[in-house]
């Protein structure tokens, strides 16, 4: 039996130095409310680096959002509320990285 299309949506960000620890915790909870606002968001799940490689090339945080489909993923991409999320985080994130992937599994 074939597996449903899944698209993993990553963004590795690194917050700017002048944003407060509270401000960024807001900004996360921001970020996972919109699996409650935007349907074909399925789950989403976030973490800090704990790397001791060193290899993050600066980046501290990241975020994994899943969806069903591309189209899914697209749809959330032009949502409205995820759009008006972007502009406002943008405002305190120093860089970041966007991936989205489709999972293989190694037979």
Not at 8 to 36: C, S
Not at 58 to 72: A, I, K, L, N
Request: no cysteine.
């Amino acid at each position: 039996m074939e597996s449903k299309p899944v698209i993993k949506h990553i963004v590795l960000g690194k917050f700017k130095q002048d944003v407060t620890p509270e401000r960024i915790a807001d900004l996360i909870k921001g970020f996972a409310n919109l699996v409650n606002l935007i349907e074909p968001m399925k789950s989403f799940e976030w973490g800090e680096d704990v790397s001791v490689e060193n290899l993050q090339g600066g980046f501290t945080h990241v975020f994994e959002s899943t969806f069903d489909s591309p189209e899914g993923r697209d749809a959330y991409l032009s949502h409205p509320a995820h759009v008006e999320y972007g502009n406002v985080v943008l405002a305190a994130v120093e860089k970041f990285l966007v991936i989205d992937y489709k999972p293989s599994h190694i037979i």
